[in-house]
């Protein structure tokens, strides 16, 4: 099994790529801006610094062999008003959330083997936008637009797409974003990265009658 994952510096993204090697049968091919920020090794892991805000980074990418699941977990979180969404910033927000994902999932369209699935992790805020963050409200109602206008012809090649929407999860995206409001960082009250990566890897194996489109996961108790 052969899977493909962006973010794997990230929060969640390294507890994906962490429960992903359980399995071991399972190779990961992970994406991240720079190698060395990434704390998981394994023999069955190789790593591509890919910049996702940069056209020409993501075009070099060679996406290698056959691919069973690609799983999008790089994103950009900023919480940024709209009185303080520049050009620049807009632009960062749809590159890395929405152009990226789709000329990723777009280079592997030969590579993905019958009954493979391609996740999307959205969020929340996807669903309902929040004044406090547009450009990545924005972005992400792109992502689900994005993922909903593929899924047909993914599907006529036997690909799966789900998207997931969480609500706040216990990683350092979510700490910034705490900090700049002012909030006390109680990382208990959220999602834990291992609960949702447990959830995010079973997507990857569902099929072949079934497929979960949209999965909403929340805290279990509303942190606010
Ligand atoms: N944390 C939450 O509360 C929350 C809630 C709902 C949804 N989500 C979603 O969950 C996913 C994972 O986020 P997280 O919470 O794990 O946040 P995180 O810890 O900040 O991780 C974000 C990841 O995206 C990567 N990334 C950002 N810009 C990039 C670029 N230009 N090129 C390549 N990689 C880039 C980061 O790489 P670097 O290390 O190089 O920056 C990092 O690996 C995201 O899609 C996020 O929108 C998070």
Redesign the pocket.
Known sequence: VRVVI??????????VVRTLLEDPACEVHG????AA??TVRSDRLTLSE?????AA?VDAWEPGQHVDALI??????DNVSFADADTARWE?FF???VV?AATLTQRLLPRFTPGASVV???????LRASSASVP?SAS?AALKSLADAIRPELNDRGVSVTT??????????????VAAMGRPWHPDS??Q?EELARILVQLTKTGPSLQLTDVVARPAREPW
Do not use: W
Not at 50 to 54: E, F, K, S, W
């Open positions: 962006s973010g794997v510096s990230g929060g969640l993204g390294e507890a994406l991240c801006r720079s920020h990434v890919i910049d996702l805000a940069d980074s999008h977990c790089a994103a950009v979180g960062r590159s890395v959330n990226a999307f992790v959205n969020s929340g805020l996807g990545y992400k997931v929407y969480p609500g706040q999860i216990a990683t350092p995206m979510l700490a910034r974003n959220y999602i990265p």
